[in-house]
């Protein structure tokens, strides 16, 4: 039998909830209050919350100094182009360590996720190397290939904890029906692992898309995406906190609406799971 739970447990509950939430959410909040301040206000000592002047003047200057559309654009090719392509890869990797093991599979998913243990920097200096020999420096292409590899182990080991959870016995019933291994991965395995895929896909994105590091170091111009954008606004004569937090704010605003139609679309799912 479930425990019952009081009702003032569950307001303890609920508060310690919401005091964590907005405690994680607070410098995004801080962030974007800051952005519709002055300069003046936004180093003001005691800080300003709410009782302050607000201004757009911020957006204004950013978008006059920045081409916002071309950032946003390069940060949705890469981090999608990434994500899709990392799919493709590890879908069948991870379909094959899950229902064809052999005696050195978990060695091989700890050795994939060893790999993110070594600091970026220590790998740094050959790719740069290898970027500049086959001309993708700078290129959208190079950081989509970048991107993908750095968190491959990552939804490789994603997806193989979603297939280890369908049973053998469906794929066995759809070989024995004369289904192809194409069909197989196509038709059986992938729709019933589409909750996994998604949430792998969403997380992939979502790491591609704050990754610093690799496009701050490998574009210049031409492929540099929203986090090259905020980057910029860090100049030798000082930091600008009002100006920088408006391009923060421009830079997150569209992977907090991702977040927020991704969850309205799991809480519609979930209903909709629960009624049939």
Known sequence: MARSVSSRRKLINTGLAWAIGLLIFFPILWTILTSFKTEAQAIASPPLFLNFDWTLENYGVVMERSNYARFLWN??????????????????????????????????????????????????????LLFIQLGLLDSRAGLVIVMMLINLPIIVWMLYTYFREIPVEILEAARMDGATLREEVLYILTPMAIPGIASTMLLNFILAWNEAFWTLNLTAV????????????????????????????????PILILGWFSQKQLVRGLTFGAVK
């Not at 540099?224 to 000082?238: M, R, V």
């Open 222 to 253: 031409n492929a540099a995406p929203l986090t090259a954008f905020i980057a910029s606004y860090s100049s030798p004569e000082g930091l600008f906190f009002a100006k920088l937090s408006a391009a923060s704010t421009m830079a997150i605003a």
């Open 75 to 128: 940060s949705i090719l890469i981090a999608g182009g990434s994500t899709i392509l990392g799919l493709i890869v590890a879908v069948p990797a991870a379909w094959s360590m899950a229902f064809v093991p052999s005696r050195r599979t978990k060695d091989i998913l700890l050795w994939m996720l060893s790999t993110k243990m070594l600091p970026a920097v220590g790998v740094l200096y050959p790719i740069y």
